[in-house]
């Protein structure tokens, strides 16, 4: 195998995790751009391999997937968020997992819930008026937390424990921003950012434990289903002896907690897991195509002209969302210039040989969505929005992970269908009433688990 791939030289102790720090994304774009495909440097004490050939990413997330794991990293403060949820466990335990989640997910299930989306968005919006100044990623967070706990939970969430989310989400967010001293400190060091950190989990987890207290004894009432409302019966998984019952994700795992096959702590690692990763990056995504539809008045233009023929016969549903061409454009385009993940990582479980080099077990392999989306060798003009790029005809002359905002291979984001099709019935509701004129500050972005603007986005909202 070839020797170790070139990449920049870090300090004795940080490594180059102070200048990922100050900013990721010139740090990786600056990388990327000097030293090729395969670039090495360390993060604090954790060496890591950067790939940024769309082949590469696909070996790792596809075809030898099976080579791979999702690290560890110093003080695993995800895990401590996460734990055994679906984003952070392996093996058996995650192939259980996924397979009692998949029914929750199924297409059939997925489109019977737009009633349940759009009803969440227009009651919202309820309080908007002509002028208003909103801040759009605030609006459309608590939107997607109703939303995914309504789809998903089978639940209602109060306005107060909806402020409980966001008012955590800070602190929660703040420990995953880079910061190279966190190498030097353990979790059970009492600092300000633990405490907060700390104390952020347990209210989170007393959320959800309230939210399954109320659910208790209704796991196989299939009213508890929004899925159900439009009179689309689920039925359990193929051969179910149990029938056609409620498939929201909350009474699955109840029901497999009654014959033994969950603990509180599997119940708990996987509503958390899911409502925080069901919410942010679904809000994000919408946030930054809000943006960017202000920006670019033509792009704004076709798309509110899909959404106002897709209200015209009443509230848009799952087949209007298959028409909405120009509106799925702008969102791959929105998600390719700002990836709600802007990364993923890897850790080979043995030695492997990645564009050349040999990349040895153990180590962090970095797949960054900021930097893959962005390259001239995959898109012509890559920082501008052109929504066109998304027309057959151009994609197919890309590879295939040369776009990959939802993952990819076995663990691609369950979601991905659910989240979609939320987007744009939002968009097209949003987008059939009211123009948002974006009134903030140059678009500045900060690193977290999630890529977030680093302060408010405040938009004007006008009538059509």
Known sequence: MSVTPPGPIGDPLFGTARRY????????????ESYGDVVRF?????????????SDVQRVLVADAARYRKPSFGDDAIRTLLGDGLLMSEGETWERQRA???????TRRIGALAGTMVEHTESQIAGWSDGDVVDVQLEIARLTVRIIVSAMFGSDISTEEVRTVQENLEPLGARFEPDPRRFLLPNWVPTRENREFDAA???????IDGIVARRRGTERDPSVDPAWADGVVMGGPPGDAEGDLPMDLLSVLLRA???????????????????LAGHDTTA???????????EH???RARVEAEATAATDDGPPNAGDVREMADTERVLNEAMRLYPPVYTMFREPKLDVKLGGYRIPEGAALMLPQWVIHR??????????FDPERWTPERRSGRPRFAFFPFGGGPRHCIGKAFSLMEAKLILARLCSEYRLAYEGPELSLRGSLTMHPDHPVPMRVRKR
């Open 201 to 207: 989990i347990d209210t989170l987890e007393e959320l």
């Open 375 to 384: 390259s001239d060798r995959w898109y012509d003009d890559p920082d501008a």
């Open 42 to 54: 360390d993060l604090g004490p954790r060496e890591t391999y950067m790939l940024t050939n769309p």
């Open 21 to 32: 720090a100050n900013d990721p994304f010139s740090f990786m774009r600056a990388c990327a």
């Open 257 to 275: 907690y009654d014959r033994g096959e969950q603990t509180e702590k599997n119940l708990r690692d996987e509503l958390v897991t899911m409502l």
């Open 297 to 299: 008045p033509e792009a």
């Open 100 to 106: 009692l989640a998949n029914p929750a997910f199924r």
């Open 284 to 294: 994000l995504a919408l946030t930054y195509t809000f943006y960017l539809l202000s």
